[in-house]
């Protein structure tokens, strides 16, 4: 059973930081994509970041970019996203996804709540 547990989550204030971590077991995703989403009230999902398979190509959406950093950790079968100066925007459920390419994601954790006050 392929599992992707996201951590990290929480809640801070305008400006703070946070580190999401996602780790993945039962599958190796050494050789796939894998990206940050988000998905709060009223709006769909939305792509945050994208990471390719040797962490040499990323992307990040224009209202993160400066602000957040995607890297990870293939001997740990993991990926983070560090996150500095926080808005409250930024509010919302973090999902990990993983593989098989940069445009299409087939494995999706559960998610974890980051909430930032003003």
């Known amino acids: 059973q392929v599992v992707l547990r996201e951590s990290g ?10 580190r999401l971590s ?4 039962g599958r190796d995703f050494s050789s796939d994509p894998m990206a940050w989403f ?16 040797n962490g040499v190509s990323s992307y990040y959406s224009d209202s993160v970019k400066g602000r957040f950093t995607i890297s990870r950790d293939n ?3 993991a990926m983070f996203l560090q996150m500095n100066s926080l808005k409250p925007e930024d509010t919302a459920v973090y999902y990990c996804a993983a593989g098989p390419r940069f445009d299409s994601y087939d494995y999706w954790g559960q998610g974890t709540q980051v909430t930032v006050s003003s």
């Not at 996602?22 to 077991?25: F, I, K, L, Q, T």
């Not at 988000?38 to 398979?53: D, F």
């Open 38 to 53: 988000r998905h709060s009230p009223g709006k769909e999902r939305s792509l945050v970041a994208a990471i390719n398979w």
């Open 9 to 18: 989550g929480g809640l801070v204030q305008a400006g703070g930081s946070l």
């Open 75 to 77: 001997a740990k079968n």
């Open 22 to 25: 996602c780790v993945a077991s």
